[in-house]
């Protein structure tokens, strides 16, 4: 952000001073503020975008690692509620990530926006958040269970859920930056 | 800090139009919009201050709750991982809430704030948001246990886990909705 700003300003030694800088709002003068704050957006969107593809990815070797878990007998992960609620939400959060990474990628990609920007702003924010409190929430529910199996056997089936909740709770941190930034975004829009 | 100009309104009827406008930020337009603005500051700041003061309630009594939850045997919470679990996070966010509405409280009635308002908005923001996750991680490990117990038997130790839990998952709630507020009011400071 201020890396820019460090740049640009050797090529405009003289920014306009007087009315423009009353004008703008307080984070930038002139031009060189503006061409800032589009480094700026620019920086987030793309943040944005790598934290939901690292949250999709993280999502889907959860949901690949644990459903394919069974090994018979006891070592079956649709035994267990636990295991079940692991599941359910990584397919959910896979689902919602890559459809929020598709859809920013096209938009990157179009450079314009399909949806009205608040709505959009609104739906980011709130899904982010909801989802990165649902992936804690799921992780949370199983590692006990998983601790106690470990106590008694150590094999693949113990191996293999202990792994699928790491991916979980990697999305989650993923998810959880990523609310950050759409929470940034929100502040921006301009009705607020 | 808006309440000394709440009160101060009455006082000056007709402040000065004109400059002031052109230097206010794009949120309202002339006295109206000042005056709009103050208002929605109170209550934001009272809502902050009502919501922390539930996660504060909510919070002691999952403690409490879960605290004096040893009948002897198995039925002793320091038995079982996800009870002590529990106990630590509610002994953690009764700390941090009860702290923090103390905080706001004063504030309040001194009518100015004690630290810088950056720093404040920060640690406000990543308080509540950091204490949120913690409180749905640790109510979500100890659901599926409490579950399984219930299942075999149905007495005063599991009755009062369930209860330590929802009072748990009610904090959660709370603080949930302090921390889009702290957020809201981070993203208004001036420096962003």
Do not use: C
Not at 143 to 171: K, V, Y
């Amino acid at each position: 952000m201020t890396d820019d700003t460090t740049k640009a300003a050797p090529e405009s030694p003289a920014p306009p001073a007087g009315d423009v800088e009353s004008q703008t709002p307080a984070t930038g003068f002139g031009v060189t503020g503006i061409l800032r704050r589009w480094r700026r957006e620019d920086l987030v969107k793309r943040g944005s975008l790598a934290l939901r593809g690292l949250g999709f990815l993280f999502s889907l070797l959860a949901f690949i690692v644990m459903a394919s878990n069974s090994h018979g007998g006891w070592e079956d992960f649709d035994k267990y509620e636990e295991y079940r609620y692991v599941l359910a939400i990584a397919i959910l959060s896979t689902l919602y990530t890559g459809a929020q990474a598709l859809r920013q990628a096209q938009e990157m990609h179009a450079g314009k926006q399909f949806f009205p920007p608040l709505t959009l702003a609104l739906v980011d924010f709130f899904g982010d958040q909801i989802v990165a409190y649902l992936l804690i929430s799921a992780a949370s529910s199983a590692i006990p269970l998983t601790n106690r199996m470990r106590q008694g056997a150590d094999n693949i089936f113990t191996d293999s859920s202990s792994a699928a909740i790491s991916m979980e709770f990697l999305a989650f941190i993923a998810l959880a930056f990523s609310a950050l930034i759409s929470g940034y975004k929100l502040s921006t829009q301009s009705y607020i």
